[in-house]
């Protein structure tokens, strides 16, 4: 089994700064690929961030130059450090990943964590 489990989501003033966190356990044999998505109440869910095994990352345009993503090998982690936040980034976050399996070495598939509120408000 494989699991994504994400913190760090809470209520911050317009103008503030949160961390999420999404941590990835079970039989993780590789992890490839780490993104971040989000999806406000009504809206499709929109791709934030991505960034590969080595480091290379791509931001979408709502989101480039206040958000920052990074990632822990090691601790299997990847993280959105998120500033300078509007109402509009109210929305739940999630976490995914593209994991091969201890028992399945050669086979990536796309896990999800279950999501972070983030609440944007005065």
């Known amino acids: 089994q494989v699991q994504l489990v994400e913190s760090g989501g809470g209520q911050v003033q317009p103008g503030g700064s949160l961390r999420l966190s999404c941590a990835g356990s079970?039989?993780?044999?590789?992890?490839?690929?780490m993104s971040w998505y989000r999806q406000a109440p009504g809206k499709q869910r929109e791709l934030l961030a991505a960034?590969?095994?080595?480091?290379?990352?791509n931001y979408a345009d709502s989101v480039k130059d206040r958000f920052t993503i990074s990632r822990d090998n090691a601790k299997n982690t990847v993280y959105l450090q998120m500033n300078s936040l509007k109402p509009e980034d109210t929305a739940v976050y999630h976490c995914?990943?593209?994991?091969?399996?201890?028992?399945?070495?050669?086979?990536?598939?796309?896990?999800w964590g279950q999501g972070t509120q983030v609440t944007v408000s005065s």
């Open positions: 079970g039989s993780i044999f590789r992890i490839a690929d």
């Open positions: 960034i590969t095994s080595g480091g290379s990352t």
């Open positions: 995914k990943a593209k994991i091969a399996t201890i028992a399945s070495r050669f086979s990536w598939l796309d896990y």
